[in-house]
């Protein structure tokens, strides 16, 4: 390894896993793209040298050093990969090397780690627990995803091929990975009064799967092959243990696999808009812009801002891209070139927003607008033109002082309105711009502007109101050609998994050598009877078929094995996928890889922008030296915001030196594509590539801004700034905007925190009301509000931050990424607990005639503590009486511990009136001190199925009407807890306020006429708490310093306030 000579060499093939962590190790470093295959080599090397695949302590501490780490850091990571052990597997150590341990001076962005990637976690916790609930004998477990209904009968299904790459392809199960998941659930399933269960946690079977599968999982996926579209109601994938004693893990990585809904979903969506772009296109008499594919830049992603994360923009965006090629959603691109291979999936252009055209003032918005056609003086170029008349815009600025430069420039200029009402704004601006522009007709006597200009509208879109428009126009006489839609939230936030109905159930298990078919069908809900067998899915004359109980033909499967054993057998282009989703055939392109990408692939803060932002550095006014910004929340659903997650987004994104040489090569090289174009090519001062090797030479890479916060956790009324942001260096002015797409994702852990919390001031009240006060005395409120919300979330990273906001207010939670979170990030060896439960794939393999016996036996391997048994899977009310209230009555009662039933479908809130009284009527009740009944302190009930803010309350205020007291609830709450919310319940927006041009400060404000709710806060703000306890916000830097509550966070790449989770739980609490 001393010998240089071994750099010189060519190199020969490299193993995905050593590139994975060389990617990883120079993220840091500025020699990245030269070094990481000669260190690869080594690498290879190192092992060959041995004659094996392993490597030796010594050498790895050596090569560690020698690539810059201090040797105590070095050392502290070997230790955490390899205990006392001198030598380690290549593979293992290149999986881990990073992933475990202190590392001083060094963040996740530099190591390239991505620190929510244990695939022993990426589940519900319950299913932790599952190995001890299947029949006796199991030896096989199968299961099946499929959209069981939803708002469109057809399905593009997507999304697979990036959650195999992300999480399960290769060595993904590692001794250190088991050590940590078991970390966790010691303390998550631990119990004050009950301890905790050793025999919880499968760690033989983990250990199991290292030492004889070599850390790859050993399951089986046979899939349609993305792209695919078929009417819901099919299988869109199956899984299957192939190891007897992983019988369990099936069903263990439903919780991650299912998030593929979101993908599906998105990409569903965006087809059928496109359906509707088409057929309006063609109505108007406009087919050539079809027959020229420019149809696919009729609906631009601006979504990136709205999503829930960083993750979700990325596979979301990616599924959208799947049916356009307009997008400003950077890490979509990065999704479809890393997972798909495609290095071109999405085009922009030029674009303005309002901070670039309020900095000028008022009074100078028409030079704006002029600088907008001066900077870009050919091809497409968007300008924002609300900001204070948009009448006044499209009649007197470009209809009038600029109609000449629009008229003789080689391109076509985008006027957007960004506020009105919908879809009166649309055939406003078109008629005013008609008035000066004039307009041709189409073949249909459709009214067409000039070439020279169209219109975007993007805000309020969705697929209700896009159609609406489309349709509108046309009855006045508009061809659909004059306009384009940008979508954000509606796009990639606004759907969730009943959109489409998702669900993943099992449908057949091997039990003691037999084969038994498996069916959910609760009496409650005949709409979620499930699936019976094993399952094939076939195509004949264009219809297609799921057929059951193993009764298919095999030659006529259309789903394909995708994944085996730790390995990818089909990886897909996205080309070929595109024309799936057209109805064209593809075939699948076999291959046999365990080369997976586990890291932290979208985090180059150079990209993690809207691209259009990119162009910015050029619209600012000539002399623009500082711009500040504000975060706030303009209004919404709830009058108290709690505010988290901003150390999240630091530290994850921003804190150190997080810009290097590599990601500022990789970001040209993305926009160079990105902002071509076929006639007018590429504007080479777009990407303003010295401003960044500027931050990289001059600060070391670390962002020259300074972020000021309200305490997270604090409780403040809407209407008030959260946080500002500046640039502190000069020449960095565009670097503040540059940044709000990312930290305007801080609207989702916020608003989920919000919610939350509302949701707490309900079941505490009740709590009181019903006579159970000591329930809140005692901390046991925080119970009554569990996290099922992994598998309806729109990614791992969203259950992650929205998993963690909610914990800010209770301590239930099955969402374990939401504990890495807060341990990563704030400091929390353990910020939630759960407790055994079933789930229907435990209780239907045992049979519908055995399901007592599957209920019996909950109560027999969990003897004491708190235990949860989903009972509807056929009957609720047989479950209720006869199982729970007669046969298994005793054990329950002589039990020590609790048992929670869940009813899982039905009607609310009948289902929980009728549940509680069919147990009532076989345990008994007492009396509260209000005279509401209680049942007998072993036997509970949670509700899960159903549960929003509003369903919680409503059921809590029926139970107390007919005489039940609160506390015989619990309730769990998944994709309305984490994902049916988006920017706009809480009216999120980041906003420029203050600008230093000529050396001048100038207060900017945003004040539309067509909507004066989003009027911006102008000049320097500050937030301060009055005297009889109500918060201000002071503008036009005419605060008091020494009142003011918002605290210096982030400065120049350091973190400045690193919270405990305590903390910030304790503030949240004020006022409760």
Known sequence: FADASIFVAEPPSISCATHGLVSRLFAMTAEWPATKEKVAVALNRLAEADGGDTLERKDLLSLLTRLGLEEQVASTCLDAVMGTEQRIKTAVFLQEVFKNGPHPGLT?????????????????????????????????????????????EEVCFF??????????????????????????????????????????????????????????????????????????????????????????????LESLLVQIWYPTTVCTQSREQKKIITKFLKQTGTPEVIDQGLHLFKLHDFGFRGVSSVESAAIGGAGHLVNFLGTDNMVALMCAKEFYGEPASGFSIPASEHSTITSWGREGECDAMRNMLTKYPKGAVACVSDSYDIYQACEKYWGTELKSLIEARDGFVVVRPDSGKLPDIVLEVLDKLAGKFGTSQTPTGHKLLPPCIRVIQGDGIDINSLEMILNVMME??????????????????????????????????????????????????????????????????????????????????????????????????????????????????????????????F????????????????????????????????????????????????????????????????????????FSHPVWGYDEQLFKRDAWMHILNKHGGKLPVEVKAVPEGTVA????????????????????????????????????????????????????????????????????????????????????????????????????????????????????????????????????????????????????????????????????????GTELKDMILNRDGILVVRPDSGELPKIVLDVLEKLAGKFGTSNTPTGHKLLPPQIRVIQGDGIDINTLEMILKTMTAAGWAADNLAFGSGGALLQKLHRDTQKCAFKCSYVVVNGEGVDVVKDPITDPGKKSKKGRLSLEKNADGTWSTITEGKGDPAKDQLVRIFLNGDLTVDEKFQTIRDRSNVGL
């Open 159 to 252: 999304g697979m091929q990036y959650f195999l790459k992300k999480y399960m392809v290769g060595p993904v199960v590692t001794m250190a990975k088991i050590a940590q998941a078991e970390e966790y659930f010691k303390i998550h399933f631990s119990h004050p009064v009950w301890g905790y269960d050793e025999k919880l946690f499968n760690r033989a079977t983990w250990e199991h799967i290292v030492n004889v599968h070599g850390g790859r999982l050993p399951v089986s996926i046979r899939a349609v092959p993305e792209g695919t579209v078929l009417p819901y109601k099919n299988v869109l994938f199956t899984m299957e243990n192939t190891d007897d004693k992983c019988f369990w893990l099936t069903n263990y």
């Open 603 to 674: 985090n180059n803060i150079v990209m993690l922008t809207d691209s259009y932002k990119v162009t910015h550095h050029l619209q600012y006014p000539p002399g623009t030296t500082k711009v500040y910004s504000y975060f706030e929340c303009r209004g919404g659903a709830y009058e108290e915001v709690c505010f988290f997650g901003l150390q999240y987004f630091l530290q994850r994104y921003m804190v150190g030196n997080t810009v290097t040489q590599a990601k500022i090569d990789e970001a040209e090289s993305y926009f160079k594509i990105h």
């Open 476 to 601: 006045a006489g508009w061809a659909a050609d004059n306009l384009a839609f940008g979508s954000g939230g509606a796009l990639l936030q606004k759907l969730h998994r009943d959109t489409q109905k998702c669900a993943f159930k099992c449908s057949n298990a091997m039990v003691n050598g037999a084969s038994v078919d498996v069916v959910k069908d609760p009496i409650t809900d005949p709409g979620k009877k499930s699936k019976k067998g094993r399952l094939t899915l076939k195509c004949e004359d264009g219809k297609w078929t799921t057929v059951t109980e193993g009764k298919g033909d095999p030659a006529k499967d259309r789903l394909v094995e995708v994944f085996r054993d730790g390995k990818l057998l089909v990886d897909d282009g996205f080309a070929d996928i595109r024309k799936r989703s057209n109805c064209e055939e593809a075939p699948v392109t076999k291959v046999s890889t365990d080369c997976g990408l586990p890291g932290d692939v």
């Open 717 to 884: 009324p809407y209407k008030n700034v959260l946080f500002t942001m500046e640039n502190t260096d000069d020449e960095c002015f565009w670097l503040t905007n540059y940044l709000e797409t990312l930290l305007v994702q801080l609207w989702y852990p916020t608003t989920v925190c919000t919610q939350s919390r509302e949701q707490k001031k309900i079941i505490t009240k009740y709590l009181k009301d019903t006579g159970t006060p000591e329930v809140v005395e005692n901390g046991l409120h925080l119970f009554k509000l569990h996290d099922f919300g992994f598998r309806g979330v729109s990614s791992v990273e969203s259950a992650a931050t929205g998993g963690a906001a909610h914990l800010v207010n209770f301590l239930g939670t099955d969402t374990m990424a939401a504990l890495l979170c807060i341990k990563e990030y704030y400091n929390d060896s353990m910020g939630g607990f759960s407790i055994p439960a079933s789930e229907h794939s435990t209780m239907t393999s045992w049979g519908r005639e055995h399901e007592v016996d599957a209920m019996r036996n909950m109560l027999t391997q969990y003897p004491k503590g708190i235990v949860a048994c989903v009972s509807d899977s056929y009957d609720i009310f047989v479950a209720c009486e006869q199982y729970w």
């Open 108 to 152: 996740p962005s530099g190591l390239g780690v991505d620190p929510l990637n244990n695939i022993v976690m990426l589940t519900d916790s319950y299913k932790v627990t599952h190995h001890w609930q299947y029949p006796p004998g199991t030896t096989k477990i199968y299961s099946y995803f499929e959209s069981r209904g939803g708002a469109f």
